[in-house]
């Protein structure tokens, strides 16, 4: 969501604008619906959604910010800009709390422990932070998807330890972008997006299909988002979990190789929300929590296709409010206007 370009470029990389733009709406969204499922009552198309969002949306957000990481200078800077967004988002929260919750107090350890989706950014500031180190590893790829695969079928945990398996285990991702080439890029970009599209088409067909018949065989497919998602990663242990989050590997590059494909590379309408998604991101924290706790009291009530409709058009209307360049700009404008007196006594 913050990305620092690897070279000084003229002109942005809207191919990366436009996918964020992407991404940040599927987290969003499958936030608000996670918020208003039902375990008894499936949406097959519901589903699916959220299944295959959480296959590829974090992993390819931590791939982005690796690929514009390869200045490693000026990705150990970037580093501190991340710190200051988190602690912002951090002290929204707490404020946030403070006005919703009868009786909270807050404490230390609710700027450091990461609120809601907030371990994003604390993972990144480590990973951009320790990148020079860690791309001195030989074979640090491999490893840090070997490592992946052990840490998501370790079993289950919670709290800080949750948030730092998390970093973890996505940390393969963040590498792979690093790694990645803009020839390499380009190169996939050379079939055509029909194949891309067909591709992704047939894909989630295909996912369509287990998906029904995971439900009818008694697995959950809510388990399984949880799964995708690393929530408290999986309670018991099993040796097929071993093979299953590499195929988790597998499935994040693949459709990450099919968004790249088929996403246009020139300057669109989504493009800026691309390119402001960290504050739809910390926006996005916020509101789920406020909708989510409606819901549970109750004030939020509807069949599960209607609150899933609802929870889409929330993301949506979240997406554009604060991913356009005019609220992207008020923590700016808010700025200037602080600093000009001191300019002008100055």
């Not at 070997?146 to 996505?170: C, F, H, Q, T």
Request: hydrophobic share 55%; aromatic share 12%; charged share 15%.
């Amino acid at each position: 969501m913050t990305s620092t370009p690897a070279a000084a470029k003229k002109e942005r990389d809207y191919l990366f604008d436009n996918i964020k733009a992407l991404l940040i709406f599927l987290v969003a969204a499958v936030h608000f619906m996670a918020a208003v499922t039902m375990k008894k009552e499936m949406v097959p198309l519901a589903e699916l959604f959220k299944v295959t969002a959480c296959i590829f949306h974090m992993p390819m957000f931590f791939f982005i910010s690796g690929y514009f990481s390869k200045n490693l200078e000026k990705s150990e800077k970037g580093s501190a800009k991340i710190l200051r967004l988190y602690l912002i988002a951090q002290l929204i929260n707490i404020v946030y709390h403070l006005i919703a919750a009868k009786n909270y107090i807050p404490t230390l350890m609710d700027i450091i422990v990461p609120s809601f989706s907030m371990w994003y950014l604390f993972a990144l500031f480590f990973m951009r932070s320790y990148l020079p180190q860690l791309v001195k590893i030989k074979y640090i790829l491999p490893a840090s998807a070997v490592l992946s695969v052990l840490i998501m079928a370790s079993g289950n945990v919670k709290g800080l330890e949750l948030v730092v398996m998390r970093g973890l285990a996505n940390l393969v991702y963040f590498i792979m972008g690093y790694c990645v080439t803009s020839d390499m890029i380009a190169k996939v970009r050379k079939l055509p997006k029909i194949v891309y599209g067909g591709l992704l088409a047939l894909s989630l067909g295909i996912a369509y299909v287990v998906i029904i018949y995971l439900d009818k065989a008694g697995l959950s497919p809510y388990k399984l988002r949880n799964m995708l998602l690393r929530n408290g990663f999986w309670p018991e242990k099993s040796p097929l979990l071993y093979p299953f989050f590499t195929a988790a590997i597998i499935a994040a590059v693949y459709f990450a190789v099919l968004i790249i494909g088929v996403m246009p590379s020139r300057k669109t309408i989504i493009s800026s929300i691309g390119r402001n998604s960290v504050y739809v991101y910390i926006a996005q924290a916020v509101i789920y929590q406020e909708f989510n706790r409606q819901v549970k009291a109750g004030f939020v009530t509807g069949s599960q296709k209607k609150l899933f409709a609802a929870a889409m058009v929330l993301a949506l209307a979240c997406t554009l409010i604060f991913g356009n360049s005019f609220t992207a700009s008020i923590p700016s404008r808010i700025k200037g206007l602080i600093s000009r007196p001191k300019q002008e006594q100055t």
